[in-house]
């Protein structure tokens, strides 16, 4: 560990590779604390490049818990957190609107962080069990099209970088590389940032982890989801080329709203938010999540634009396929508890 340790000491990148590797020694409890806090402490100081990035989550993608089949044009929608908006959770009521448009999300999260109810928080509230096995997750994302991963079951070795995060009380790049992590092969991406600054960074990371198609984008009030308070920014990552955009509700037929609108709360009141999303009651959170999910919807290629997207976001809520896709997960959730008790 030492090499790597001089090389960030003295301000120099390193490779994809050695990131890699340090990172394999990490993982494999070979490293002390205080190793661990000095690697991510000189990552951060020197500020991370593309390379270390991609090399991170390479290194924790291979040693994930490993799924044995793969699904074709998965995609996965999540943001980094850290906005501090407080708004309910956006992206896992999205989820189940681009499952329900018929395309296939592998849904990765976890629970609070930096906002009161994390995506793991809210579906636990709904019934959604955390810690279904491998093969039952696969099984469940084939026939319903949208499972969710939870990332410390999905990542059990991550344990003793978390205890030196914790420690440390500042953020690092662990606070922003969740969304990558997936250990799923995504073909496509929806990926929310509340750092305006690295739209850039996080898009060329997603090329070099082989994404098809992929939406980077930073919402109206630095929020880390699409938002319908103001102007939004966006890169599409399409097949290597990236391409600009800003995006305005009023461009795609929506209203105006201020971010309070949106503010959630508890696990318990954010389960309600997304069932009434979900159930087609009118309003601000509704028309947040056919943003996003349209967003979505876009990302993964089955829509021409954003305003196609959306159009496909409220069929699938108002038809009801959307909250179908939420109820198959529950009640085989329901189901697998049953079965081990």
Known sequence: MKFYLEKLAAKEALTQLETEQAMGKIFGDEISDSEIAAFLIGLKTKGETVEEIAG???AMRKNSRSFSTQLPNLIDNCGTGGDGSKSFNISTTSAFVIAGAGITVAKHGNRSISSKTGSADVLEEL??????????????LAENGISFLFAPYVHPKIKSIMKVRKDLKIPTVFNYIGPL???????YQLLGISRGDMLDTFADVLNMLGRKRAVVLNGAGSMDEASLAGENHLVLLDEGKMTRKTLNPEDVGLPVYDNSHIVGGDAKENAEILLSVLRG????CRDTVVLNAGIGI????????????IFRAIESIDSGAALEKLNYLIDKSSKYRKAVI
């Open 127 to 140: 019934g959604v069990s955390l810690d279904l096995p491998t093969e039952l997750t696969e099984e469940i």
């Open 298 to 309: 876009f990302a993964a290629g089955r829509a021409e634009t954003v305003q196609q997207g």
């Open 56 to 58: 991170i989550v390479q």
């Open 281 to 284: 009651e009118k309003g601000p």
């Open 181 to 187: 992590t997936n250990p799923m092969d995504l073909d």
